[in-house]
C-alpha cells in the first residue's frame, strides 16, 4: 500500500478517536459554511443588482413640465401637462430606443397623506411614482394588463390601497368592481368598494393587486393610458414620458438635444440617483467580501483548535512515528490530511444545509447581514427586487472546495509546527 493512502486511512481513523470532539467542531464548521454559501448567493444578486442600475437606471431619462409634479389635478393641473404630439419628436432623437407616457392623479385623502393613480400603456414599465420612480412592481394576485384592457374599465391595485377597501390576499375575486372618481378632492377617498357606500364614481373592474416592497409604492393604483385619458379628461395630454438611451454614456447628448428642441421641458436624469444606489450597494458588497473573509478564518480557527488538541495529545504517537522511520514530510501529510478531512465534513454539511434550507433561510439571513444597513422597507424592497438564487450551482461547489482547502491549511498550521519542531526522544519521554 502506497504510503500515502495509509497515511490518508490513519488519518481518517483519527478523526474519529475523540468523536465528540470532531461532532462538535462539524456542528460549528457547517453552519459557518452555510453562511459563507449564502453571502455568495446574496453578494451575487447585490453585484446583479448593480449592474441593472448602472445599465438600466442611467439610461432613463424623465420629461415633464416646467416647474410640476405632473399631477393632473394639482399645481395648474391640465395646463401643465405636455402635450402628447410631442411624442413623435422624442422617438426620432438619435440613441433613444424607447418612450413611456404616464399620466398621474394625487389622491390627496388626509393631512399630508396620499395615494396616486397612474396611467401607463399595457406593456410599458409599470414605475413608481415615488421620489425615484426607478422602483419596480410584482403582481402577486390575478393578471397584469394585455393590450386589450387599454380602454376598458380596468385596474390593478397595490396591496395597501386594496386594503383600505377590505381587499386582501385572501379574499380578492379577479374582475370584482370597485367605483373611481373622476374628481379627486382632499380628504374623500377615490376609490370606494361596491358595497360600502355609494357616492358616486364608474365602476372599474380590479384584474390584479400588485406589491412594491414599500408602504407609499402599495398605495398607488394602474389604470391603461387611454382608459386614464378618457376617465380624468386628460386627452391628449402627458404628466411625464420616461425615455430610454442606448448607453449611459449618451444620456448628455439626448438630454441637450432634448434641451435645445423643447426649451419649456425640465429634464430628470437618473445618473446621478444611480451613482448614489451603486455606491450605497458597493459599500455593502464591500462589507460582504469582509464578511466572507471573516468566515474563513473561523472555520479556520475552529479546525485549528481542533488539531491543536488533536497534535498535543497525540505526540507521543507522532514521537514514536518518527522514531521508527517516519520522515517529518510524512507526518505533515497526515496532519494536513486529517484537517482537511475535518473541514471537508464540515464543508459537506454546510452545502447540504445550504442545499435543503438556503432558499427558507436566506431572506432572515440577509436581513441580519446586509439589511442592517438599510432602513427596514427599503431593505424588503432591495431584496424583493434583487435576483437571488439558492441553488447549490456549480461555481459555488468550487468556491466551496477552495474555501475547505484554505480552511484545511489554516487548520493544520500549528500541528505542522509541532511536528517541524518534534525531538523522537522528548516525544517519547513525555
Known amino acids: 500500500m502506497p504510503i500515502q493512502r495509509f497515511l490518508f486511512r490513519y488519518a481518517w481513523r483519527n478523526l474519529w478517536r475523540v468523536p465528540g470532539r470532531t461532532l462538535l467542531v462539524l456542528a460549528l464548521t457547517g453552519p459557518v459554511f452555510l453562511s459563507l454559501l449564502l453571502m455568495l448567493a446574496n453578494s451575487d444578486a447585490l453585484e446583479g443588482q448593480i449592474d441593472r442600475l448602472e445599465s438600466e437606471t442611467a439610461t432613463l431619462i424623465q420629461l415633464r413640465g416646467r416647474s410640476t409634479f405632473g399631477h393632473i389635478n394639482q399645481a395648474g393641473g391640465l395646463n401643465k401637462l405636455m402635450p402628447a404630439s410631442i411624442e413623435s419628436a422624442l422617438v426620432r432623437l438619435p440613441h433613444v430606443i424607447r418612450v413611456e407616457p404616464y399620466l398621474v392623479a394625487i389622491e390627496p385623502i388626509a393631512g399630508y397623506y ?12 409599470q414605475r413608481l411614482a415615488t421620489h425615484g420612480e426607478v422602483g419596480g412592481v410584482d403582481l402577486v394576485a390575478g393578471r397584469n394588463f ?10 390593478l391595485l397595490g396591496l395597501d390601497y386594496a386594503r383600505k377597501m377590505g381587499i386582501t390576499l385572501d379574499n380578492f375575486r379577479p374582475g370584482e368592481s370597485m367605483f373611481i372618481k373622476d374628481v379627486l378632492r382632499d380628504g374623500e377617498p377615490g376609490v370606494i368598494k361596491v358595497g360600502t357606500r355609494s357616492i358616486g364614481g364608474r365602476p372599474f373592474r380590479i384584474v390584479g393587486l400588485f406589491s412594491s416592497g414599500y408602504s407609499f409604492g402599495d398605495n398607488q393604483m394602474f389604470l391603461p393610458y387611454r382608459t386614464f385619458q378618457r376617465h380624468y379628461g386628460a386627452e391628449g395630454r402627458v404628466s411625464k414620458f420616461f425615455l430610454r438611451v442606448d448607453k449611459a454614456v449618451n444620456v448628455d447628448t439626448v438630454t441637450a438635444a432634448i434641451r435645445n428642441q423643447f426649451p419649456e421641458l425640465d429634464i430628470i436624469t437618473r445618473a446621478d440617483g444611480a451613482r448614489f444606489i451603486s455606491s450605497a450597494l458597493g459599500t455593502m458588497r464591500r462589507i460582504g467580501r469582509i464578511w466572507l473573509g471573516a468566515t474563513v478564518l473561523l472555520a479556520g480557527a475552529m479546525v485549528l483548535f481542533a488539531m491543536l488538541l488533536a497534535a498535543d495529545e497525540r505526540i507521543r504517537e507522532l514521537g514514536t512515528l518518527k522514531a521508527v522511520g517516519a520522515s517529518t514530510p510524512n507526518l505533515a ?12 465534513l464540515g464543508a459537506t454539511l454546510g ?14 439571513f440577509f436581513k441580519a447581514t446586509f439589511g442592517v444597513y438599510l432602513p427596514g422597507q427599503y431593505g424588503d424592497s432591495l ?13 459555488l461547489v468550487i468556491v466551496l472546495v477552495i474555501a475547505t482547502t484554505l480552511v484545511g491549511g489554516l487548520g493544520s498550521l500549528y500541528a505542522l509546527y509541532k511536528v517541524h519542531r518534534l525531538s523522537p526522544v522528548e516525544a517519547l519521554r513525555s
Do not use: C, K, Q, W
Open 114 to 125: 396620499m395615494t396616486l393613480h397612474i396611467g401607463v400603456r399595457p406593456g410599458d414599465a
Open 146 to 155: 394585455t393590450s386589450a384592457d387599454d380602454g376598458d374599465d380596468v385596474a
Open 333 to 344: 501529510i497526515l496532519l494536513i490530511s486529517e484537517s482537511m478531512l475535518l473541514a471537508g
Open 351 to 364: 452545502g447540504t444545509l445550504y442545499a435543503f434550507f438556503g432558499e427558507i433561510i436566506g431572506r432572515s
Open 383 to 395: 431584496l424583493d427586487n434583487m435576483l437571488v438564487s439558492y441553488s447549490l450551482s456549480p461555481g
